[in-house]
């Protein structure tokens, strides 16, 4: 059974730093894209950033988050970063990583994801 288990979350002031870990465990994740995506009270779920199976030879970033955010995978590729710098407080959601549903195939489309981690509180106040 496929696990994303997602830590890293927590509150912080406007301008702040946090760094968002995936741990990924049960399935190969090594041959598919790896995405971040949010979904704040009342919203629908976005994409935020999203990596290629192979690495940095696709990345892709939301316009919201391009510049202060960074999407990298281990070593291993079993795990998935998300550094967030200078952090807005429209940036406050639940925060998922989740494992693109086809492998050797680059998306950020969230519908095109299917194992999911169940989400990092990130809150930012002003």
């Known amino acids: 059974q496929a696990q994303l288990v997602e830590s890293g979350g927590g509150l912080v002031q406007a301008g702040g730093s946090l760094r968002l870990s995936c741990a990924a465990s049960?399935?190969?994740?090594?041959?598919?894209?790896m995405g971040w995506f949010r979904q704040a009270p009342g919203k629908e779920r976005e994409s935020v950033a999203a990596?290629?199976?192979?690495?940095?030879?696709?990345?892709y970033y939301a316009d919201f988050v391009k510049g202060r955010f960074t999407i990298s995978r281990g070593g291993a590729k079993h795990t998935v970063y998300l550094q967030m710098n200078s952090l807005k407080p429209e940036d406050t959601a639940v925060y998922y990583c989740?494992?693109?549903?086809?492998?050797?195939?680059?998306?950020?489309?969230?519908?095109?994801?299917?194992?999911w981690g169940q989400g990092t509180q990130v809150t930012v106040s002003s």
């Open positions: 989740a494992r693109a549903s086809r492998s050797y195939y680059d998306t950020h489309n969230p519908s095109e994801y299917d194992y």
């Open positions: 049960g399935r190969t994740f090594n041959y598919y894209a």
């Open positions: 990596i290629s199976w192979s690495g940095d030879r696709s990345i």
